[in-house]
């Protein structure tokens, strides 16, 4: 399964933007699926999670800000981003999970730079 990341752009304070993590095949099978971003000179950084079962999580620097969804019937996983930032600037990535017995396999998708500058 490959990932692939868009809706990445320039935006101004206070904006919006939607990044979309569209699979090649079912999501279905992902455990977790998640958005990680990448600061320039930051350690990664995860962003939000969301389970099979569509429980959430978020950094506390994204709380009440930015939204994760998943449609499985389109394979894609959604982050909403609100209320944008200059410190949300980074590269966002997509991650999906997969439990296999013991084992557990990651999937990541190519980045999409999110900038947030007036």
């Known amino acids: 399964v490959q990932l692939q990341a868009s809706g990445g752009g320039l935006v101004q304070p206070g904006g919006s933007l939607r990044l979309s993590c569209a699979a090649s095949?079912?999501?279905?099978?992902?455990?977790?699926m998640a958005w990680y971003r990448q600061a320039p000179g930051n350690q990664p950084e995860l962003v939000a999670h969301?389970?099979?079962?569509?429980?959430?999580d978020y950094a506390d620097s994204v709380k009440g800000r930015f939204t994760i969804s998943r449609d499985n019937a389109k394979n894609t996983v959604y982050l909403q981003m609100n209320g944008l930032k200059p410190e949300d600037t980074a590269v966002y990535y997509c991650?999906?999970?997969?439990?296999?017995?013991?084992?557990?396999?990651?999937?990541w998708g190519h980045g999409t730079l999110v900038t947030v500058s007036s």
């Open positions: 991650n999906g999970s997969q439990k296999v017995g013991d084992y557990t396999f990651a999937y």
């Open positions: 095949g079912s999501i279905v099978s992902f455990n977790v």
């Open positions: 969301i389970t099979s079962g569509g429980n959430t």
